[in-house]
């Protein structure tokens, strides 16, 4: 499995390992090791956890797309750098 995003990796890594019990999803070019016998159960698992990782992922964009990081003292004019407290 190849993907620029690293965290996007990790997760469906993860997501394998848990709900589908596989190990990697990296090639090793031995049927016996790369085909696997899956129960719907699990796929539907898998695929449930992808959709609830996703939507997370996008609530946590949204709230950073809509949170400030700076705006202009009304008083004095100069500009002020917004944190967010995590």
């Given at each position: ?15 394998a390992?848990?709900e ?14 790369d ?52």
């Amino acid at each position: 499995m190849k993907t620029n995003d690293p965290m996007r990796g990790a997760a469906i890594r993860e997501i394998a390992k848990r709900e589908l019990l596989i190990e990697t999803l990296e090639r090793r070019k031995r049927d016996a090791l790369d085909f696997h016998d899956v129960s719907v159960w699990c796929v539907e698992a898998a695929l449930i956890a992808a959709y609830e990782a996703g939507r997370e992922a996008g609530r946590i964009a949204e709230c950073k797309r809509r949170t400030p990081t700076h705006c202009t003292c009304p008083a004095c004019g100069r500009d002020i750098r917004i944190t967010p407290v995590t």
